[in-house]
């Protein structure tokens, strides 16, 4: 039958005979209000149904428990918080399944990227970290960059098995996951949610084609990362949501950078040199002089030094300081979780300090960039 109705999601017309098509709707739908095509009920019904943040020890069950059945995990990280976001002994719990790594934001990085570099440090991360990848793809999620490419990797893997998808919170996963819902699923059986087994967690279900399902589990909330610990507020100056235009700072030692009053990188001794630093742009950045730095930070945070706004600053744990020294002709980042890295590409060698927040991990890596 024709129906002059239309979703009031999408705008397609509604169409109640073809359910592989769009437009599709139940005829029991049609009596909803707003009307809504199937594709757009499961993606709305998915985003209420995605939002329970468990604590540690329900994900360690939930992880656990996937250990013991047959199953593809796809882990999602995001590459502007690699380390921060990666599950660490992510193989102690999923047993032998296999493992597809989804590096999620890649629109973040400068145009100018060769994806294949990015592509093998990646690799070498995850070595480092002991995780094992069937697969590892490179991903936006939000600019839809390479997601056919996480598709066919899905199909191709997972044979005739359930899909988990993994992560921390903020990866992307929900964003990811409404793509699948959106491009992938086409059955008629809506999103479905059911008991955790040992937990008292529900998990969402994405039916496939074959019976199987993808299950989403909760993301899981790392303390360890500047963006776990600040107000919803700051959070979203700290996720870029365009390309980072990298900050570049010559100085000299005995130099002092802010990054709002997050964090502080101190140039403590080492010849002039140029420091890079992929932050958010919408954080600002303050240079000063070492010796003025603390005199600065006690006037001015919350105020010229922000985020965090004043009224949100007591959330804020104590700086502490982390040294480190960077060796003579290497390519580092330091990482500091959460709000993004400062790349040194270093002739003559740095002794730097940076300043972060407790709790919050502070780390050197090889240069991504
Ligand atoms: P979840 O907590 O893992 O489910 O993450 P969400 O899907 O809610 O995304 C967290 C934040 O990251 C949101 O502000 C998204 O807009 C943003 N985000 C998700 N995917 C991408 C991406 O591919 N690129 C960029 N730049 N931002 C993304």
């Known amino acids: 039958a024709e129906h002059n109705l239309r979703c009031s ?18 005829e029991a739908a049609l009596k909803r209000d707003p009307l809504l095509c199937q594709r757009c009920f499961r993606i709305k019904h998915y985003n209420e149904m995605s939002s329970v943040t468990p604590d540690q020890d329900e994900f360690l069950k939930i992880l656990s428990g996937i250990g013991s059945t047959d199953a593809l995990i796809v882990h999602i990280v995001d590459l ?12 102690r719990f999923v ?68 899909v988990y998808v993994v992560g921390a919170t903020n990866v992307g996963k929900s964003t990811l996951i409404n793509r699948l819902i959106r491009d992938y699923s086409d059955l008629e059986s809506e999103l479905t949610v059911s008991p955790y087994p040992g937990t008292t967690l529900d998990l969402v279900q994405i039916p496939l084609d074959d019976g199987r399902f993808i299950i989403d589990t909760p993301g899981i909330v790392y303390k360890h990362r500047l963006t776990e610990l600040i107000d919803k507020k700051d959070m979203q100056t700290l996720l870029p949501d365009k390309p980072i235009k990298p900050a570049v700072y010559q100085l000299n030692e005995q130099q002092t950078l802010y990054f709002g009053a997050l964090a502080r990188f101190d140039f403590v001794q080492g010849a002039r040199q140029s420091f890079t630093c992929y932050i ?90």
């Open 95 to 162: 047993g032998s399944n296999p493992v597809v790594l989804v590096v999620n934001k890649i629109d973040l990085l400068p145009k100018a990227i060769n994806t294949n570099r990015i592509l093998n440090w990646v690799q070498r991360m995850a070595k480092e970290n002991g995780l094992k990848t069937a697969e590892i793809v490179l991903c936006s999620a939000k600019k839809n960059i390479g997601f056919d490419r996480v598709v066919e990797a899905v199909a191709r893997l997972r044979k005739d098995k359930d």
């Open 280 to 369: 958010s742009n919408a954080v600002p950045i303050h240079r000063t002089k070492l010796e003025r730095a603390d005199e600065l930070y006690a006037t001015h945070k919350g105020e010229m030094l922000a985020p965090p706004h004043k009224d949100r600053l007591e959330l804020l744990p104590p700086l502490v300081k982390h040294a480190f020294r960077i060796p003579k002709g290497s390519l580092s980042d330091i990482l500091i979780s959460g709000l993004g890295w400062i790349a040194i590409n270093s002739d003559a060698g740095a002794q730097v300090v940076v300043h972060a927040p407790k709790g919050v991990k502070v780390a050197v890596r090889s240069s991504l960039i």
């Open 9 to 26: 999601g999408c705008g397609i017309q509604v169409q109640t005979e073809k359910p592989e098509e769009l437009g599709y709707a139940p």
């Open 80 to 91: 502007f918080d690699f380390e921060g976001s990666l599950i660490g002994g992510l193989h």
